[in-house]
Structure formats: C-alpha cells, structure tokens
C-alpha cells in the first residue's frame, strides 16, 4: 500500500520512511520542486520512497497521478500551504483527512482569532482588512497601539507589521500594496507581548495529548525574525497540567479533533495567547528534536492519522530524555549563497552539533526580515532544551556565509 506525500516540510522524510515501512506501506511523494529536499533525498535509497514530479498547485493534476496509484491508503499534508488543496484531494479519494471545513479555518487568521475570542480562549477578535493604505490605517486607529497586521494566510513569519507608533503605521500601509499574499485579505489584531512557545501535540476524536513545549526565540521588535528554538521546555506540574487543558480547549474551538498539530503561543502576564494553529508536525528540525528527546518516532503519529486510526503516541508511554537546540543561521546581507565557513569546527563545540542546510550554493538570498532568508540550521543537545540551545547558540556562531553578489 502506498502513502502520498502532498509536498513536505524540508525535514522528516526519512522518519516518515521508517513510519510508514513499520505500518507495511511505502511512501510517495508529489513535489514540484524537488531540489527544495535535496538534503533528505541525498540520505535516502531510491527504493526508499517514489517521487513523482508535478505541479502541486494544479489539483487537477495530482489527483491524476493519485488515479494511477492502484493501492493507495492515504494522504500526508504536512505543510500549510498545501493543506486546502490536500483536504480537497483526500476528501475527493475517501482517505482520511481533517476535513476542508477545517482547513478552511486553520488557513484563515481571522477566523482563528474570532472563534477563540467567542469560546473566551482569546480576550480580542481579529478584523479583516483589505491591503490598501487606507484600509490598514482606519483599522490600525481602530485598535490601537501595538497592534499586528499579518497576511490573513501568511507563513514562515513573511507579510507581518508590528506596529507600534504612527511612523511605523504609516511604513505598513505603503508597504501592504506591494507585499505578495497568500490570503484573500489582511488580518488586524492586538499584540500579545510574551515569549513565545509552541505546544505540540497528538489527537485523536477531541482527546488532546500535550507532547512537550518548545520555546522560539526572536529577533528584536519590530521586525521579530525566529532566531532559535528549544524543547523541551519544562514547566512546573500544575502549569504543565493547565496549559494541556487549555490546548484541548483551543484545538477543539478551531475544530481540530484528530491528528498532529503544531500551536504557537504568547506567554502573556494574563496567561497564554495563541499565536498561529497548524493542523501539521513542527517544522525545520524540531520534529527531530521531539523523536530524540522522547526517544520515539513521532512521525508514527503522522501517518497513523493519514490511514483514519488511532495513532498510538496517544497512549504510549513517554520519557523525556535529553533537550535539543536549534539555531537558524541568517547571512548578514543579501547576496548569492556560495556556501558556509566554519561548518568543520562544528565537532569542537559540546552538544554533538549537527548541520542541516536548507539553501544551495547558488541561491539568491534577498528577503532577510524572515524566515526566507534562513541558509541552515545548527542542531545541538544538552542534558535540558536550555543547555541544548546554549550549545546550539555557540556552535552556530562558528559558521559564517560566504556570499556573493547579486547579478
């Protein structure tokens, strides 16, 4: 039997792997640009999994290719940005799915923030705003400072405004006309000041399991670019107790009943504020991070859910090992990748640092304020996620870019 992968995060494919061939079924990815995996492609055996190259914005055409798989047995949309397309797709072929009423929403910030504020798990609704200057003012004046003004379908942190002051303000509204938008409209929303973390976690029919909380460390206000994450973090019993009632109370606010997700959040002085839901596994690496701190392929989770069962990590027995740290490495200035320097002294440094590239010699590197502008990662462990981060932090700041001019 087989598996679709309907695109991917950069990470994971070889845990997938070993997921689905301990559930008897094989992979096969739909991609559209398979340099985009060439570091995990590179590890893994052509007789790992298929690839099949095609446009994977044209639902059409995949649902051709998934006509030609005689013996398919379900669907993995791990990313947000396939994630209509793939509710649409499996929907269409009877697999198992989180539903397009549901994706819908994930997909929709407003819709997000609206439907926690009337359950009481938000203290503000968002509004809708169309992208033009005078529509992000009047709804700006209308909340007040600070205030966040974000692609109502936006990813990886791009088309995101902190705005504190008028001057700020008055730079969003310009710069809202030319920014490229994943949504069909703008979305304006208070600012919850607070670190941030994430809950990651498994379901299955409206019973939430709370996995661990990583914590994302950012950039300086107001551009606020993820520099680092860490997991686990560890929170006092009763906190820890709290915080999983009140995921389970947000997931199912948002209709999310069943699978892996990934919910960003503010740690405000009045408690908790949702970020961002994503009805998927963590990205970059921290998927990794989780299997090894937890000593169990997480992933198991992700492809029990694509095949409409139970997934097991629900119940199984969970011990936290060691914490993990990752570092995003950002070149200072715009340019053409030719490489990095420095990645051989990573073994000098405590932790066992890993490096895990996610652009090639050659790209153009041009949008810095986010996550686009990320070359690699550096991974590292620690007897806690705080220790794992601090190797993490040091070993990264060995690495330099060796950057080119544009053309």
């Known amino acids: 039997m087989t598996i679709v992968l309907l695109e991917a995060l950069t990470f994971g494919l070889a845990r997938l792997r070993d997921a689905a061939a301990e559930a008897g079924h094989r992979l096969c990815l739909l991609t559209g640009n398979r340099s985009a995996y060439s570091y995990e492609l590179g590890r893994l055996r052509p007789e790992d999994l298929d690839v099949v190259d095609v446009d994977t914005t044209d639902v059409r055409a995949c649902a051709a290719v998934l006509e030609r798989i005689p013996d398919l047995a379900g669907l993995v949309n791990s990313t947000d940005t396939w994630m209509l397309p793939g509710a649409e797709l499996a929907g269409r072929f009877g697999l198992a799915t989180l539903g397009l009423d549901v994706a819908r929403v994930l997909r929709d910030k407003a819709e997000v923030r609206t439907l926690l504020h009337r359950a009481g798990l938000s203290r503000a609704g968002a509004t809708r705003v169309k992208a033009t200057p005078e529509a992000v003012i009047e709804a700006v004046s209308a909340i ?7 692609d109502s379908a936006g990813t990886s942190s791009r088309a995101v405004w902190l705005i504190r002051d008028d001057d700020e303000r008055d730079r969003a509204a310009r710069e809202v006309t030319e920014a490229t ?58 906190e820890s107790d709290r915080l999983e009632t009140w995921i389970g109370e947000v997931l199912d606010a948002v209709g999310f009943s069943s699978g892996v997700a990934h919910t960003e959040f503010a740690q405000t002085p009045d408690g908790p504020e949702v970020v961002e839901i994503n009805g998927r596994i963590a990205g970059a690496v921290i998927g990794e991070m989780m299997c090894r701190s937890l000593r169990v392929n997480v992933y198991a989770a992700v492809i029990d859910a694509a095949l409409g069962r139970r997934p097991r990590l629900l119940d199984a027995p969970l011990t936290s090992g060691r914490g993990y740290g990752m570092t995003f490495l950002h070149p200072p200035a715009s340019g053409r990748l030719a490489g990095w320097r420095g990645t051989e002294r990573l073994p000098l440094f405590p932790g066992s640092p890993e490096f895990f590239p996610t652009a090639q010699a050659g790209d153009r590197i041009v949008h810095l304020a986010d996550q686009r502008g990320c070359t690699a990662l550096v991974m590292a462990g ?7 981060l601090y190797n993490s932090l040091a070993a990264a700041g060995t690495v330099t870019h060796d950057m080119r001019p544009l053309d």
């Open 144 to 150: 007040g400072y600070p205030v966040i003004v974000k």
């Open 382 to 388: 620690g007897a806690t996620a705080e220790l794992g």
């Open 181 to 238: 938008l994943m949504g069909a409209h703008l979305v304006t929303e208070p600012y919850f000041p607070g670190p941030v973390y994430s809950a990651e976690t498994v379901g299955w029919q409206g019973r939430t399991r709370l996995l661990g909380v990583g914590v994302h460390i950012h950039t300086p206000e107001p551009v606020r670019r993820e520099e680092a994450v860490a997991f686990p973090v560890t929170f006092p019993k009763g």
